[in-house]
């Protein structure tokens, strides 16, 4: 198979954590052809995708006293070519929030891949309807209290009536503006007017769970199904639990309620084909469902001697 993966430039990618060169990885020991581009470079010309593209080498990341180590120079680049994006079997959409117009932009370009041909995943539909921090309210008996507002005296009440809550943006990633809000903090007004952009962008107020503490736990599904987990526990002084802010990774299980909760949301993730995404739970509550560029197989790998990204490249090629 040849394979596409849209991707952030991959000098700036970490192989011994983005999930993105996970992926790659696997793709290549199973014998197909990794392609490489990014959103920049992608163009609609007759009615088509395409997109300049670029073959990639990869030298495998090794576990190194269980800790993944990369090679000094872990890939190498073909030369640049335009081909229509239907030439590939199956395209992987894995640019990272923020979620901004220029990212909707490319989904929309992503529209003119011919399903019938080329697999695109996550589905560019899918990705437009799936905003990362909203799309988790239609599953309510799931998730904690929770409201979405712009308006100061409208989280003011929410929060008082809570005593703790938490602020997210509603585009960002790995826990980037994720604020800690009490009623009676004598920065609240300037914390949601800057976070609100003076009340103009709406943000998202959840309870705080105080089970938080013990960890933010990431579950990855393919095709609506758990494949693998990994809590993520916050350190010092920090309240969130990402990787990208310092939390240390701990192997975990799934627990009952969680694979019921896997269990209800599958039928929606494959209604929108949203067939690689990763859920988060705090105390048995769902808080966000990533779908843009969720990570964590690396780190589910090293703790449980897994291979996350063999198993979906197996789902791909069973398609």
């Excluded at 990272?96 to 560019?124: A, F, G, Q, R």
């Excluded at 799934?254 to 993730?269: F, S, V």
């Amino acid at each position: 198979m040849k394979l596409a993966f849209i991707i952030d430039p991959i000098g700036q990618l970490d192989p011994t954590h983005d999930t993105s060169v996970a992926l790659m990885e696997a793709a290549q020991a199973l014998g197909h052809e990794v392609w490489i581009t990014q959103a920049h470079l992608l163009s609609v010309v007759n009615s088509q995708a395409w997109a300049v593209l670029q073959q990639v080498q990869l030298t495998p990341v090794e576990l190194v006293n269980h800790y993944w180590v990369a090679a000094p120079t872990w890939y190498e680049l073909g030369s640049r070519t335009l081909q229509p994006l239907e030439e590939m079997d199956a395209v992987f959409m894995r640019t990272d929030p923020p979620v901004t117009i220029p990212y909707l932009y490319t989904t929309y370009i992503l529209d003119y891949i011919n399903p019938e041909k080329t697999l695109v995943i996550n589905s560019p539909a899918g990705l437009r309807a799936a905003n990362e921090k909203m799309y988790a309210l239609q599953f309510t008996e799931m998730i904690p209290e929770t409201i979405v507002s712009q308006d100061k005296s409208i989280i003011r009440e929410f929060v008082a009536r809570l005593g703790a809550a938490i602020l997210k943006p509603l585009g960002n990633k790995a826990g980037e503006g994720i604020l800690y809000l009490e009623a009676a903090d004598r920065n609240f007004n300037s914390l949601i007017e800057i976070s609100t952009q003076w009340g103009r962008t709406p943000v998202m107020i959840q309870a705080y769970l105080p089970a938080a503490k013990e960890g933010d736990k990431r579950i990855i599904l393919l095709n609506g199904e758990p494949i693998g987990t990994l809590n993520r526990i916050p350190t010092g002084n920090e309240f969130r639990g990402n990787m990208a802010v310092g939390g240390r990774v701990a192997p975990t299980e799934i627990t009952e309620r969680e694979h019921l909760m896997c269990a209800q949301m599958a039928p929606k993730l494959r209604q929108d084909g949203l067939y690689f995404v990763g859920i988060d739970v705090i105390g048995g509550y769902l808080t966000e469902v990533n779908v843009t560029s969720p990570t964590g197989i690396r780190e589910v790998d090293r703790l449980e001697g897994t291979r996350l990204g063999k198993n979906v490249i197996e789902w791909v090629e069973s398609r």
